[in-house]
């Protein structure tokens, strides 16, 4: 089976911190693309400068920026080969991360495929480091068959990216899950992603604790719940499984029971029993990182953990309860509309 044409599409706003290693490592690649598109968005710093010096094909937004979904989805819409690679502009790839992308893809019958960020980001910062490996870890233990898909290291058919309507750029103005999205879309139209582990690339981000949990809650876990909430069926792998529950689960327990344990020492006796089960149930994570880390990072990597399996089902809980309310309220104004003289709402007489 031949090798087939790969565009290459790399949003950017703002990111000449990383633009031209990202750039860089394209042109080393065992599989050469036949093309880079790099979409400026709104920058205004030297993003454009260090694209227009790395000689690859430029597509531009001069207004606010609109987000990397409206940018990759310009760039398709402008490629020419028959598979588009999607790759972040802090994103520095393996040499060998497309060629794995295509051969699975292949060996597979799939439509798309994505990889994995490698074990030694650019960052040292602790929160950082902990961010970092986190995703490392769960991409490299998630099913092969996946359930969704990634645009940091993501191929996908152009044919199929079109016949999908590509990213919803207008549900996803900021950077979210409209990857997830896709995802589900086109794996509920009968097709199938795979999730390569071995197609590594070094992310360069910074981390910082702030933007960790801005991230987590307001750009993951509260669209994923209302993207859950309309197709239950889709995405539950990755950090979604049924073990990643049960962590939640002692996470959320543990304090509430060391805090009662306070008035009623047994009660602290079980709270020390679900935080050690808690620490069980993480070994694998916690083993990885402890290889990895400094003691200190090591604590605050474990400390951000725990945090992680707090608010991460706290926002799925809370969220769902928004959407069921806003629900019921939509039934009770239908309601009110038909009992109404005329079908005209009580509002309005």
């Known amino acids: 089976m031949g090798v087939p044409s790969v565009s290459v599409i790399v949003p950017a706003h703002n990111a000449e911190a990383t633009l031209g290693d990202c750039l860089q490592a394209l042109k080393g690649m065992t599989v050469e693309p036949a093309e880079v598109l790099v979409y400026i968005d709104g920058a205004t710093d030297g993003t454009e400068q260090i694209a227009r010096d790395a000689g690859v094909t430029i597509l531009k937004n001069n207004g606010s920026p609109k987000g990397p979904a409206l940018a990759r989805n310009a760039a398709a819409a402008a490629a020419t080969s028959e598979l588009l690679w999607f790759v972040d502009a802090d994103v520095v790839v393996a040499p060998d991360c497309l060629r794995r992308l295509i051969q699975d893809m292949q060996a597979n019958g799939a439509v798309g495929a994505f990889g994995s960020y490698d074990d030694m980001p650019r960052s040292l910062r602790a929160t950082s480091l902990y961010a970092n490996l986190r995703h490392h870890f769960i991409h490299q233990r998630g099913n092969r068959d996946a359930t969704t898909f990634w645009s940091g290291i993501g191929l996908m058919r152009r044919d199929v990216f079109l016949q999908f309507g590509g990213y919803d750029a207008e549900r996803f103005r900021y950077p979210s899950v409209e990857d997830v999205e896709l995802g589900m879309r086109v794996i509920a ?154 079908g005209t709402s009580a509002s309005k007489l």
């Open 189 to 342: 139209g009968g097709n199938r992603i795979r999730l390569v582990p071995t197609a590594l690339g070094k992310h360069c981000k910074d981390w910082s604790l702030w933007r960790v949990w801005h991230t987590d809650v307001m750009r993951r876990a509260r669209p994923w719940t209302v993207m859950l909430n309309e197709r239950p069926e889709a995405g539950r792998d990755l950090n979604l499984t049924r073990a990643e529950q049960v962590k939640a689960m002692l996470a959320l327990v543990t304090p509430v029971l060391l805090f009662a344990g306070l008035f009623k020492p047994v009660i602290a006796l079980l709270g020390l029993a679900t935080g050690l089960a808690y620490l069980f149930a993480n070994r694998e994570f916690f083993s990885f990182l402890f290889r990895r880390l400094s003691f200190g990072q090591f604590a605050v990597a474990v400390l951000m953990h725990w945090c992680y399996h707090c608010y991460s089902p706290l926002t799925y809980v809370f969220t769902m309860a928004e959407l069921r309310l806003a629900r019921l309220a939509r039934g009770l104004g239908s309601s009110v509309d038909a009992s109404s003289p005329s």
